[in-house]
């Protein structure tokens, strides 16, 4: 299984991005996608995830009614739309999946730079 990440940039305060993560893989079945981040210095935190089969979605306290998890069953890819995004929004964005079988796997990151 391998997941790509897409999507970051840079972009002004108060601005929108949205963030892809596709999997890819015969035998892909996920239970939870999710996106992390890390930014310079700092660990990599939780920032959103869904359960596949419920749509139930979590939010970090620092992104809620920001930022908006969704996936496409059909395309095996979980998205994040992020609005008014803050400087501290700024990091690299990590999708993480866990299936149905209990694996793990991560993409590998994509950049997130906001601008004051």
């Known amino acids: 299984v391998q997941l790509q990440a897409s999507g970051g940039g840079l972009v002004q305060a108060g601005g929108s991005l949205r963030l892809s993560c596709a999997a890819s893989g015969r035998t892909f079945r996920p239970d939870t996608m999710g996106w992390f981040r890390q930014a310079p210095g700092r660990g990599r935190e939780f920032v959103a995830s869904?359960?596949?089969?419920?749509?139930?979605?979590t939010y970090a306290d620092s992104v809620k009614g920001r930022f908006t998890i969704s996936r496409d069953n059909a395309k095996n890819t979980v998205y994040l739309r992020m609005n008014s995004l803050e400087p501290e929004d700024t990091a690299i964005y990590y999708c993480?999946?866990?299936?149905?079988?209990?694996?793990?796997?991560w993409g590998q990151g994509t950049q997130v730079t906001v601008s004051s």
């Open positions: 869904i359960i596949w089969r419920s749509s139930t979605s």
């Open positions: 993480k999946a866990t299936t149905t079988d209990g694996d793990l796997y």
